[in-house]
């Protein structure tokens, strides 16, 4: 951190503040254009953080996509189980055969398992992606 002297009041800021704290006049914005004048490569600089920032966003959107689906995945199991469970110990067992309602729960846990697993699968995939 440098301390410049602020075209307006003459006063010793920062050059990292965005304004003057005395007089109020823009300090950050005038050192970033006088940089942009001086230097002839920063376009290239610029797209390549642009390119980074989505990059980061994509990374962030793809890691929270995986979060939600984990969460349900787990919930949709525990609910298949819940189910299974509940109804088991309301209906009990008739010699009938299996109620409608086990088959239903038998999916809804082998749905959340499949799903958890493929999920896990595509974030490593994703990872081991960025990592070549």
Request: net charge negative; aromatic share 10%; hydrophobic share 40%.
């Amino acid at each position: 951190m440098a301390l410049i002297e602020c075209p307006e009041c003459g006063r010793e800021v920062s050059d990292k503040a965005p304004t003057c704290p005395g007089c109020g006049a823009p300090i950050a914005a005038q050192e970033d254009s006088e940089v942009m004048e001086r230097e002839p490569g920063m376009e290239y600089e610029q797209e390549a953080d642009e390119e980074w920032l989505r990059g980061e966003q994509e990374y962030m959107a793809f890691t929270d996509r995986v979060a939600r689906h984990r969460v349900m995945s787990v919930l949709l199991f525990f609910a298949g189980l819940t189910l299974g469970m509940g109804m088991k110990a309301w209906v009990g067992q008739d010699g009938d055969g299996r109620a409608l309602v086990y088959y239903v729960a038998d999916l809804m846990v082998y749905a959340g398992i499949i799903w958890l697993v493929f999920n896990e699968g595509r974030n490593l995939w994703f990872h081991r992606k960025l990592g070549s």
